[in-house]
């Protein structure tokens, strides 16, 4: 049958490998970003948001970096899991405004 | 660790009935939000609202459209009269005061047949 909606790009990585999930954004104002995770018919998850004046941020597991010259966003999940299979959405803010405006979304698939 | 919660989980309406999506937000939260997911696209944003009112909305959320803080916990989605291009899953979040990070709840699939 038709597939309706995006096709979504998929990086597929072996267990114990890093992987680095990559995000152009659109709006050069855009003050704050963040990733979430989606696994399958649940609601975005939290994962690391950075601020437009750090181009660097690390949690467990998990980095962010933020190139604002290319308005481009990344994320780096050092020895990624079975658990981290999802799929990635990343997310700007612009401004005072409240809402924040999704990306397309990558499907993670971790490989045994 | 609290949650966004949401009810119900699923739900499955007639075309032209009135649904009412029920969120209860984080508790020291005060800005709220909804989002909807249609199958296999983007989270699109809905509506924010704080302090009663609400404080933007994206052009999907027309009159159709209504949101409303009726007591101190929880936040609630009204589609008045839904049409079948309303079927998606739809997110609640919510912020605290003092943060950027908006918190998802686990969504309502709602069908509209």
């Known amino acids: 049958g038709e597939s309706v909606g995006l096709h979504l790009p998929t990086l597929s990585v072996q267990e114990g490998d890093n992987s680095i999930i990559n995000c152009a954004y659109s709006?050069?104002?855009?003050?704050?970003f963040i990733w979430y995770k989606q696994e399958s018919g649940k609601g975005p998850q939290f994962i690391i948001d950075i601020r437009s004046n750090m181009d660097k941020r690390q949690g467990q597991r998990v980095t962010v970096l933020l190139n604002k010259t290319v308005k481009h966003l990344s994320l780096q999940i050092a020895a990624t899991q079975p658990g981290d299979s999802a799929v990635y959405f990343c997310a700007e803010k612009t401004g005072g405004g409240n809402k924040l405006t999704f990306g397309t979304g990558t499907q993670l698939k971790v490989e045994l | 660790e609290p949650e966004v919660t949401q009810t119900p989980s699923h739900q499955v309406t007639q075309m032209g009935q009135e649904v009412i999506l029920r969120c209860v937000p984080i508790s020291n939260h005060l800005y709220f939000y909804w989002y909807r997911q249609i199958l296999g696209q983007k989270v699109e944003f809905l509506v924010s609202f704080y302090n009663n009112e609400i404080s933007e909305k994206s052009e999907i959320f027309d009159d159709q459209f209504s949101v409303e803080r009726p007591d101190g916990s929880n936040f609630t989605l009204k589609i008045r009269s839904t049409k079948l291009e309303d079927s998606a899953m739809y997110f609640c979040?919510?912020?605290?005061?003092?943060?950027?990070?908006?918190?998802f709840g686990p969504g309502t699939r709602l069908l509209v047949l």
């Open positions: 709006n050069s104002a855009s003050d704050y």
């Open positions: 979040a919510s912020r605290d005061p003092t943060a950027e990070t908006q918190y």
